[in-house]
């Protein structure tokens, strides 16, 4: 069995932490095979959205995983998650699902509560998440209020130097907050932390989106339940 991971940017810990998640839920001879393209997520800062060429080249690294064998995709960049959406009818003909990181992140946040803080180091990773629960909670029958924390100057920021200001901008939305979200994949060392720090549900989207990947392959006849 072959699962495919898409990044279009990749830190040692996000890496690191997908890698030990996929292990903990994978049987031990799973194939896990990574694609990247760091100038996608480069080309949609520098325009502030996705435009045509970088979803164009994303969704051309998941057809290239489907033909080298992926038995299933997990898309790991939330500034692109929409693109992961646009691409469900392909994923059903292909018998090749694509899943998003972070959806299930999102529906487990809107489980737990009606105010959602959502912190992120790119607004163009902030507004697709939020997109993103607004769209599970309609699904949910729930209304939820966000709360935005762009975490300013956080985008490349070493372990230690991250987490002091995640501390900083957690706090300042912890008492609007019943739950916080993380948008992007690599804040997830910071979740333990922040819970720690402020007693507060804190959801990363690796664990999710593992699970979210297992669940599909079961789907699938790949896995037992």
Known sequence: MKVAVVYTS????????????????????????N???????AEVREHGYVTAPPA?????????????GADAIL???????EVADAAQDIAKYTGIPIVRIDEEMCR??????????????LQTTLEPTKN??????????????????????????NPEEFKQLMT????EINDQVDVILFAQGSMAYCEKYIHDKYQKPVLSSVR???RALRKALVAKGLLPE
């Open 56 to 68: 164009a080249r994303l969704i051309s690294m998941y057809m290239k995983a489907v033909s080298e």
């Open 132 to 157: 993103t629960v607004k769209r599970v909670a309609r699904e949910m029958n729930k209304h939820v209020t966000l709360v935005d924390a762009l975490v300013d100057g956080g985008f490349g920021l």
């Open 208 to 210: 999710f989106g593992v």
């Open 35 to 41: 694609y990247q393209d760091p100038s996608i997520l």
């Open 168 to 171: 900083k901008y957690a706090g």
């Open 10 to 33: 990749t830190t040692p810990e996000l890496i690191a932490d997908l890698e030990r998640e996929l292990r903990s839920v994978m049987p031990a001879d799973v194939t896990i095979a």
């Open 75 to 81: 898309n790991v960049c939330s500034s692109v998650g």
């Open 108 to 121: 487990e946040a809107v489980r737990l509560g009606a105010r959602i803080g959502v912190m992120a180091t």
